[in-house]
């Protein structure tokens, strides 16, 4: 993940196949982009996206009744159709691994 600091948190870049985990805050909109402002490590991170990317169009249909706090994963994929799966996180899911 790639990260640069800006005023209003740390703007983060996935790369394919790699997913950030956190908890939504909003989106936002303007002219030329759609920010999406996540809360992971008590650290706001914020991921942007062209206004006219499918990437954009896939967080704003995604995420628009999605509730402030509510956990969610964003996986970014090679797909060209679908560069990003979003997802909710239910925080009763345990994570299961093999040791």
Do not use: C
């Amino acid at each position: 993940m790639n990260k640069e600091s800006v005023q209003e948190g740390e703007r983060i870049t996935l790369t394919h196949w790699e997913e950030i985990i956190a908890e939504f805050r909003e989106i936002k909109k303007s002219e030329k982009s759609v920010i999406v402002s996540l809360s992971l490590d008590a650290r706001e991170h914020l991921l942007q996206y062209p206004t006219s990317s499918k990437e954009s169009e896939l967080l704003e249909k995604n995420l628009k009744n999605v509730k402030k706090g509510t956990k969610i994963g964003i996986l970014r994929t090679d797909l060209i159709d679908s560069p990003l799966k979003i997802r909710q996180i239910d925080n009763s899911e345990e994570v299961k691994t093999d040791e």
